[in-house]
């Protein structure tokens, strides 16, 4: 298991370059990859807070969970916090199993944890001033499925 | 006992730190709520809809009933918007 925690920018191809080099127990690789999100056409850039010292137990936490749920070879995720502009990466995950069903299925858990589990929050910056994004009730619904 | 009380998101900014010492006699989550909102008008207005905050006692996600003995840290934030 591999988790980052980061300001810097990370290079996605790279990274799952360097995730499937060299797997013999794995058939399946699967990755999500998240960017910043220009809604309005007005975004300057986002500016992402995080909990230091928590944030990396959380997410070992949620990643351990869906090692041993769905058995997989391997998993990484990557989040970034601090300025990021439109359409820079914000953070992904990996999954190696040996069969593609379990990788895809432990992205998704992954993917549904992270958004709601994981202490980071995002605040938008816009010609029109500044805004906290505010959780959805469906991101924390979509926990139940699990 | 004394312990660090930590803010996050528009909590660190309502109440204009990010963390805190606080002597405290407070059994629960919410009996610190209870002393913090008594204090200041900036903490009341952090405080005003708990059902709108989490908190994390010692970097753990838990709700306002835990109890503190023994706490070292405690969190105050929004839900999280990760991902």
Redesign the interface.
């Known amino acids: 298991m591999q988790v980052r925690v980061q300001e810097e920018p990370f290079d996605m191809g790279g990274e799952l370059a360097g995730f499937a080099h060299g797997r013999r127990d794995a058939g399946a690789v699967v990755t999500f990859s ?1 960017l910043v999100r220009d809604d309005t056409g007005d975004l300057s850039h986002l500016e992402i ?1 995080h ?1 230091p ?2 944030t990396t ?2 997410i070992e936490g949620i990643a351990s969970e869906a090692i041993r749920r769905w058995s997989l070879s391997d998993a990484l995720v990557i ?1 970034r916090y601090g300025r990021l502009a439109p359409g820079a990466p ?2 992904m995950v990996a999954t190696a199993a040996p069969h593609r069903a379990d990788a895809f299925a432990a992205a998704e858990f992954l ?1 549904d944890y ?10 938008e910056v816009t010609s029109a001033g500044e805004a ?4 959805k009730a469906e991101d ?1 619904d979509a926990l139940d499925r699990w | 006992m004394s312990v660090d009380v930590l803010y996050f998101a528009w909590v660190r900014e309502r109440i204009g730190l990010p963390r805190e010492r606080v002597e405290t006699q407070a059994e629960t989550v919410a009996d610190l709520v209870a002393e913090l909102t008594a204090r200041e008008a900036r903490y009341e207005a952090a405080f005003a809809d708990p059902t709108a905050l989490r908190v994390a006692v010692d970097q753990q996600l838990t709700d306002f009933d835990a109890p503190l003995a023994g706490a070292r840290e405690v969190a105050f934030f929004p839900p999280m918007t990760g991902g």
């Open positions: 998240g807070e909990y010292g928590m137990t959380a989040h914000i953070m993917m992270l958004k709601s589990r994981a202490p980071f929050w995002k605040k906290w994004v505010e959780a924390e």
